[in-house]
């Protein structure tokens, strides 16, 4: 790509980008309840107003990303949805487990009840990058307190206890190292320590590298796959469990781990993380038919369980975006920059609705679209525009440093 093209490029992001903030401030926040709706149709119609934590989460901790640090976005409007948001989560998100411990729910009713709750972190996960994040913007001590002290929780339940997630062992239950819980945690400790001194980076420095240690586990078959679970001492687990490859998820893996690499100055772990988070899963999971990148694949080419398997959906294609321009942007390397290119190319020309605005999440293989909501249960206002904010971001780097 040349520098023109690159200019293009960014231009495309950046309109794609405001096209994307515009359509959820219209459409997602609830003035009446607060929170926002995430159940919405291909033209902003809502369809099911019940309101998933994780993505409140996520589109609280996005809208404040923006505000914070893109002055475009410096919005009355967007610091509004950001505390409305903010102010929902902190009142119905957190419910009392069996064990007196604080537990997220999955999922509540529009005005708040408490309606599922799922044995899993990541309600967690993006209750604590909302307080944290939302921390920053308003200055409120208590808020980023509360993250913290949620995150102290997280780390006792999948380092010490996962009791307190309500997951009895059962006698065939066989542990597992998944790889979205040490990615997961990576992310946050990259979040929690941005900014905030030596004191901060060094109280969760040992659980960042634990997280690594937990990530390097998952590159298997003498480092020609990446596996989505292994066995907690690193080795390969029977079944289809264990032959499980997410293209998407090892991308994303990928980029969290050149973070890691470039504020740590460890160079061997950012070359793995190009060698064999970023270019490999490329290499496997590109569809060389159709374009895109498959949803999930068995390392052994069975066909995997997962019935949507050989779909396209948008955020493996957004990691892969900032995976590949992040991984340019480090080392120059112009076969980097063509993969991004095919990418980008795919991506730009298969998931946005240049009709109604925001992007389809699920095609067929063939790349037509199969679901044409907006949002759901799993698509909210995070994947999309944090791609987009983090491209525009590395491009304005690459074009400012040309040479």
């Known amino acids: 790509m040349s520098v023109v093209t690159l200019e293009k490029c960014r231009e495309d992001i950046r309109k794609q980008l405001d096209n994307v903030v515009d359509f959820w401030l219209k459409y997602s926040l609830d003035r009446v309840h607060g929170g926002f709706f995430t159940c919405i149709g291909k033209d902003g119609k809502i369809y099911d107003e019940l309101k998933y934590v994780w993505l409140q989460g996520r589109q609280v901790w996005m809208y404040c990303r923006l505000y914070r640090t893109m002055d475009r976005f410096h919005k009355p409007e967007i610091l509004e949805a950001a505390t409305v948001g903010g102010a929902f989560l902190r009142k119905f998100a957190r419910v009392s487990s069996s064990s007196g ?174 060698r064999n988070f970023v270019e490999l899963p490329y290499q496997y999971g590109w569809d060389k038919e159709h374009g895109g990148l498959f949803y999930f694949l068995d390392v052994d080419g069975h066909c995997p369980t997962q019935l949507e398997w050989s779909m396209k959906l948008w955020w493996p294609h957004c990691e892969a975006l900032i995976a590949f321009l992040m991984a340019y942007s480090h080392t120059r390397k112009p076969e980097l920059l063509e993969i991004f290119s095919e990418v980008y190319q795919y991506t730009f020309s298969h998931f946005p609705d240049a009709e109604n605005g925001e992007w389809f999440g699920y095609l067929t293989q063939e790349g037509k679209v199969a679901l044409d909501f907006k949002g759901g249960p799993f698509k909210g206002f995070f994947h999309v525009p944090r791609c987009l904010y983090m491209c525009e971001r590395i491009l304005d780097d690459l074009l400012e440093n040309k040479d």
Not at 131 to 143: A, F, N, P, V, W
Not at 167 to 180: C, H, K, M, T
Not at 223 to 244: F, K, M, W, Y
Not at 254 to 268: C, I, P, R, T, V
């Open 101 to 274: 411990q604080w537990k997220c729910a999955f999922c509540l009713t529009r005005d708040g009840k408490a309606l599922k709750v799922q044995r899993t972190i990541f309600s967690e996960c993006f209750y604590i990058m909302a307080m944290d994040e939302l921390s920053r913007l308003t200055g409120d001590k208590d808020m980023q307190l509360e993250a913290e002290q949620m995150m102290e929780q997280l780390i006792y339940w999948v380092q010490v206890d996962p009791s307190g997630l309500g997951r009895p062992q059962l006698p065939g239950e066989v542990p597992i190292n998944s790889l979205s819980v040490p990615m997961m945690l990576m992310c946050l400790v990259q979040q929690l320590t941005e900014g905030r001194g030596q004191e901060v980076a060094q109280k969760y420095k040992e659980l960042g590298n634990w997280c690594v240690e937990q990530i390097l586990q998952h590159i298997q078959r003498a480092g020609t796959a990446i596996l989505e679970n292994v066995s907690v001492d690193g080795s390969e687990l029977p079944g289809c469990q264990g032959r499980l490859q997410n293209p998407g998820h090892a991308l994303e893996a990928g980029w969290f781990l050149m973070l890691y690499g470039a504020q740590s100055g460890d160079k061997e772990i950012h070359r793995t993380a190009i």
